[in-house]
C-alpha cells in the first residue's frame, strides 16, 4: 500500500493551496480517508476525514469554514483544498486510510489509520 501526498509548498498568509493524495495497492472505496498535521515541536493532529463514499466528512475545529476534503473514488484520490491559510497552519501535512464499514463514523485519532503517506510540507508566511 502506497499513499502519496503533494501540493505542499509556500505560501502567503491569506492564500490557498490545494493537497492532494494517491492511493495504491488497496481498495481504495473501502477505505475511509484523513488529513493530519504535524507542526514542529508538536504533536501530530487531525485536521479532516471523509467517509468511504465522500458523502460525510469531518473537520477540525481549526480549519472548519477554510478547508475542504474531497475524494474521487474512480482515481484513488483524496484532496484537501486549503483557504485563507494562517502562519499556524504550517505543518507537514499526511494522508492516511483506515479499513472500516460504510456507516463507521468518521475517525479523528490518529490510532484508527493504518496506512499513511510520507506527507508535504505546507509553510505559510506571514
Known amino acids: 500500500v502506497q499513499l502519496q501526498a503533494s501540493g505542499g509548498g509556500l505560501v502567503q498568509a491569506g492564500g490557498s493551496l490545494r493537497l492532494s493524495c494517491t492511493a495504491s495497492g488497496l481498495t481504495f472505496s473501502y477505505y475511509a480517508m484523513g488529513w493530519f498535521r504535524q507542526a514542529p515541536g508538536k504533536e501530530r493532529e487531525f485536521v479532516a476525514g471523509?467517509?468511504?463514499?465522500?458523502?460525510?466528512?469531518s473537520y477540525a475545529d481549526s480549519v472548519t469554514g477554510r478547508f475542504f476534503i474531497s475524494r474521487d473514488n474512480a482515481k484513488n484520490t483524496v484532496d484537501l483544498q486549503m483557504g485563507s491559510l494562517k502562519p499556524e497552519d504550517t505543518a507537514v501535512y499526511s494522508c492516511?486510510?483506515?479499513?472500516?464499514?460504510?456507516?463507521?463514523?468518521?475517525?479523528?485519532?490518529?490510532?484508527?489509520?493504518?496506512?499513511w503517506g510520507q506527507g508535504t510540507q505546507v509553510t505559510v508566511s506571514s
Open positions: 492516511a486510510s483506515r479499513r472500516t464499514i460504510l456507516s463507521a463514523p468518521i475517525g479523528r485519532n490518529e490510532n484508527e489509520y493504518g496506512y
Open positions: 471523509i467517509s468511504r463514499g465522500g458523502g460525510r466528512s
